[in-house]
């Protein structure tokens, strides 16, 4: 149901935004891969653990906006067709994690910046439904957090 109490159907959120939406579960997808990957490469488990927790959040957001998309009727890619981008922002955050802390942090916020940006773009969608919305944006307030926390 959106927010004016239309009805809403798979082919109004199909036609209006199933790039904007794969774009959201691209970067939330490439962002759960950083984190875990940042976690194998961090010299010690202080540093792992909370890349752990953070890509496992992900993974949880990210089945999470595929159950919805899935219940809209959206289609998406699998996780290896969505993550074949040349871009990954995420990637960088394995490269710094023997860094000092500002160097981290750095690429951290660039990256989660990123993230909340496709947050946006989809929340931004004049046909979203309002169940979609609702999830969408508790996982971007969850993401700010993180970004206004540093």
Known sequence: MFSDGRAETPSML?????ETLAELLVRVLDSARGYEEAAGAAPDDQL???????ANQRRANTAQLRERYAQ???????????LAIPDRKFKHISSVS???DAALHEVIDGSE???????DAAL???NLSASLADVIAAQRDDIREIVHDR
Do not use: H, K
Request: charged content about 30%; overall charge negative; cysteine-free.
């Open 72 to 82: 809209l009727g959206i289609e998406v890619g699998n996780d290896a067709e969505l």
């Open 48 to 54: 792992s653990a909370p890349f752990r927790e953070r």
């Open 124 to 126: 931004a969608l004049p």
């Open 113 to 119: 910046r990123w993230l909340l940006q496709a947050y």
């Open 98 to 100: 023997d860094q000092d």
């Open 14 to 18: 199909q036609s209006d935004a199933s």
